[in-house]
């Protein structure tokens, strides 16, 4: 019986990623999940489950030493996405698989306004200005779009696309703003 009842938790879990959406996004514009305002100021925070994959927030590591300071939801500065945004202040959002990973494409929006971001696939770290990225990170494939905004807006903003078996990645920065977080 004990077989059959992890097996039962097992196919639930398997039907409940089939029927998400695809693409599954993630946009923090629901008000009982993403209160406009809601600060994220405890490591390992819990945010959201979605599609078989679930959000915390984690560590940013600067030089290899680890920063936390808060994310908060909220309006981003300058355009981006589809309203609110998640506002990374030295922090990063931890998003990782319930289920063994797949082949995955996860896009995000981002707006940086100066300082280091971390980008993290499974496992492998890599600190720095995301748009030197390398073009592949911890067995993914990282494609990195760039706009850069008016002198006077100061920082870019784009789109980065991780393509492969994903089973966990890490995204944030010091003064960096997150939408649309996606995967299919």
Known sequence: MKTLKKFTAFAVSILAFA???????????SSSTFPTGTD???HNDS??????????????????????NFGKVGPAPIALGSGNVLHT????????????PQSS???????????????????VLYSGDLSTCPATLGGATVSITTTPLTPSSK????????????????????????DNICWQ
């Open 105 to 123: 494409t996860i896009t995000f929006d981002y707006l940086d306004r100066g300082g280091y971001e971390n980008l993290s696939v499974n496992g």
């Open 47 to 68: 945010l959201t489950t979605a599609c078989g994959f679930e959000v915390r927030t984690d560590y940013l590591y600067l030089n290899g030493i680890p920063k936390y």
């Open 155 to 178: 920082g870019k903003k784009g789109t980065v696309i991780l393509t492969g078996n994903i089973g966990k990645f890490n995204i944030g920065g010091t003064e960096f703003y997150i």
């Open 89 to 100: 202040n030295n922090i990063t959002l931890r998003i990782f698989s319930i289920l063994p």
């Open 40 to 42: 994220y100021t405890d």
């Open 19 to 29: 029927a998400c959406n695809v693409p599954c996004c993630i946009d923090f514009n």
